[in-house]
């Protein structure tokens, strides 16, 4: 069993930013990626950003590349998620995610699942 606690989360004004953290305990296993999802009141939740174990793999939603920004550190079994650039469409209850493959979390089936922080983007 995993559970995640994400933070950070707040009131920020367009073009702002903000840095979410994750923070991951229990049994994680020997290697486990780590992403963030969104959802936006009356829509779907999306993919944001996903990071391998090491670190070395990336992969960003359109909507938020050159923007966000996914980083881990394997020793406080934390990831981040630094959002620049803010946007009223980035507007959202960000959720924080694990799976024990990369492919999980980049296809949107990660195995756990934070409670989620509000970010909320003011014009």
């Known amino acids: 069993q995993v559970q995640l606690v994400e933070s950070g989360g707040g009131l920020v004004q367009a073009g702002g930013s903000l840095r979410l953290s994750c923070a991951a305990s229990?049994?994680?296993?020997?290697?486990?990626?780590m992403g963030w999802f969104r959802q936006a009141p009356d829509k779907e939740r999306e993919f944001v950003a996903a990071?391998?174990?090491?670190?070395?793999?990336?992969y960003y939603a359109i909507a938020v590349k050159g923007r966000f920004t996914i980083s881990r550190d394997n020793a406080k079994n934390t990831v981040a998620l630094q959002m620049n650039s803010l946007k009223p469409e980035d507007t959202a209850v960000y959720y924080c995610?694990?799976?024990?493959?990369?492919?999980?979390?980049?296809?949107?089936?990660?195995?756990?699942w934070g409670q989620g922080t509000q970010v909320t983007v003011s014009t």
């Open positions: 990071i391998n174990w090491s670190g070395g793999s990336t």
């Open positions: 229990g049994r994680t296993g020997s290697s486990y990626a």
């Open positions: 995610a694990v799976a024990n493959s990369y492919g999980a979390v980049v296809g949107g089936t990660p195995d756990y």
